[in-house]
């Protein structure tokens, strides 16, 4: 019998997780005046506990014993050694994964939904407000709010909304409230509804209804809440790699190649900043963020400050950006259609030590579905890009001769997203490919903001 | 830290299954001559050496180490203690449950479809043929047979195929090809639609499809395969059990209540039989088949001789039923709807070492909810009708202040089915109560037919 599964029980999860802020220079976020933002600033969107976290620079954070007991809903996950995948490949490489599409939303969201929920609990909050555009986050924001008994509303961008009704279901089933964005609840709504009533909404506009959702409760027992490119999100992410290092340490192995898909960075973070300290501490790793190539932030777009959201409301963040008001083309992968990426991970790239590769929208489902008829779970389609360059870097393998150790992180399942693998088979899915004058232009929005450093942090 | 899961690895995994027909007195099967049907007489439907599982009455039976390595995609599935649910609902009682919502297509089907899948692959057979209603059972088939590499053809009741395009989606993803039933590619399916050209179709009409289907292709490498009711699909499924009482053991505990939903009896005789052999050989447990209060077989109909099928295709076997015409109303659990009841849990049941409950729509969907908002599963509509009980035997140790242990199956997760939920939630479920009348006709059916005995096993 083939034994694919390195288990943990759940006295051996790890009791905190893993501040990369410790071990890298970053530029600091900015306000309008281009002078760095104090964390009281954020105080009325966040609650302070989070914001704490936000700028920590302590390595190690304590994982409160709440959180830890609510994440023995679904972890530790196992470490899986991809062995059916690997058999039809014909590979000597070793592929070995972490199944984060187990837990009860199908994806990792939960692993930084359930902490953010607890320390608005804790911080005296009652109300989450969020946005979500394929609905991951969402779904995983509404589980963590059941769990600690807050209530969770989430402004959704209307097309996904009555594209994917399953999703809302499931934020109702947690009993999370699911609008349809822009709505009429806020002033941004309106204000656009007003304009464009037809509008098939934009994650910048839910962003920006969630935030004034939040802020303009005079009770002030509302916050808001987002699932992706914070330092804090970052950090909560990184029990996953974490879970994999000891998983590793009990097989006797060590990748020698790391792979993610990246849109805003949480899931890619959360797998692969425990393995990065030891890249940085002179371990050899290469370390691939994958993102589509209809979305090339990492791959095409400079890094410089811009907004994180098409409205402008958060600080200017030190990014690779495709312009804050760039539309990305419809790929059936909402979670990797997002202009920038997670601050931490941006100044990794410019640091040589992430080395990020691009997929296409119809390479990434192939991939999918290899590994659908092989290791038997149906991977989300965000998910199907980082499997198109593992199994491109298995083939490599078997060129080479070389076992080398692959991991990768299976980041959610796709049941919800089984439309797009119908579109796949029956040839109705494209590839999308952008030009670079359609790029420069989408760069204008910031070629009068503050210019990043370039920093060195070894 | 609540400690909530009892894990087993991979290598304490069980090597043999449980068969209950070592220990229990049966009726045979019969012919429409009233004579045992021989093994012999099966022969064109389903391979010879599953055949003879089916008749084996051998106490213990080695699942084969191809089989074994399969289910490490997903098993052992791991025994959790229902804390969150123990909680809210103050009950003095431990409630645990066996997960088999983490198997790729999100229920305990594979366990039976992929044993199925191997032996035919091990008999020479090329492709399998079987109907689904509500969906589960053809999509597991369809990821067993990606597995071997087998061809799968699944008749999908018209209505649900239709009505559920997600699951048709998950069994092509699996390389599955899904046709809508009735369909003109058998004669059956072509009879039916020359006379009722929009009939929604039934379940009855998609196994007559896939029997003739498998039994006509004139190559002899067809199959045809059946997900639940038969020995050989009840003996493989008790790994569900099997595995539960090595991790029952590990923590000093043994159940006082198992409860289980039961529509064709597969999900229930899985976790329970092994259970039941402990009670026939003396200790004192209660265990609680679950059916719909719309499709009460066991606990309105008469234990009778009838066929499994609504074209009578299959032998006449000894069970409850409410006989093989009859039509249950559309309750939102397609798994439960099912005129008869294993013949292995019918004899039980008969004996008194089960005992049946039935349940309603509403209150399932309440339990379910409630389950939702703690444990933080959606649970499947089926899974939602053991539910009901769970809660109400907790609240009755509540009353008595009874620590007792209480031990359910969560046959499958609700993500494929979250349109049910919705309608919960908006009013627009019912429940469905049935005349005596009503099965008073419907029973007439068999009342022609030869009588089982009485047997007593003990």
Known sequence: METRKV??????????????????????????????????ALAPVFPMNLIEQEVSTDRWIDI?????????????????????????????????????????????????????????????????????GAGQWGSALAFACSQFGIECKIFMVRISYDQKPYRKSMMQAWGGKCIASPSTETKAGRDILEKYPDTPGSLGISISEAIEAAVSDESGKTRYSLGSVLNHVMLHQTI???????????????????????????????????????????????????????????????FVYDYGDTAAYTPLLPMYSLGHSFVPPPVHAGGLRYHGMAPTISQ????????????????????????????????????NHALAIVIEEANKAKETGEEKVIFFNMSGHGLIDLVSYDKYFSGDLRNYDLSDEELIEAEKVFENYPKPQLLKSR
Chains 1, 2 share one sequence.
């Open 7 to 40: 288990l943990l029980s759940e006295d051996e999860m790890p009791r905190q997780w893993y501040n990369i802020l410790a071990d890298i220079k970053m530029n600091p976020p900015l306000g309008p005046d281009g002078n760095p933002v104090g964390p009281e």
């Open 64 to 132: 409160p014993e709440e959180v830890l007991s609510v994440y023995t809903i679904w972890r530790p996950s196992p470490l899986v050694r991809a062995c059916s995948l690997e058999r039809a490949l014909e590979t000597p490489a070793k592929i070995y994964y972490k199944n984060e599409s187990l837990s009860p939303p199908g994806s990792h969201k939960p692993n930084t939904a359930v902490p953010q929920a607890y320390y608005n609990k804790a911080f005296g909050i009652e109300r989450i407000t969020t946005e979500t």
């Open 240 to 302: 996953i790699g974490l879970e994999a290092k000891k998983q590793f340490k009990k097989i006797g192995e060590y990748p020698d190649i790391i792979i993610g898909c990246a849109g805003g960075g949480s899931n890619f973070s959360g797998m692969a900043f425990p393995f990065v300290y030891d890249k940085i501490n002179g371990k050899e790793i290469e370390i691939y963020p994958v993102e589509p190539v209809a979305c090339p932030t990492m791959t095409r777009a400079p």
């Open 348 to 383: 990794l790239i410019t640091e040589g030590i992430l080395e990020p590769k691009a997929v296409t929208q119809l390479a990434a489902f192939e991939a999918g579905v290899t590994v659908t008829r092989t290791e038997g779970i149906i991977p989300a389609p965000e998910t």
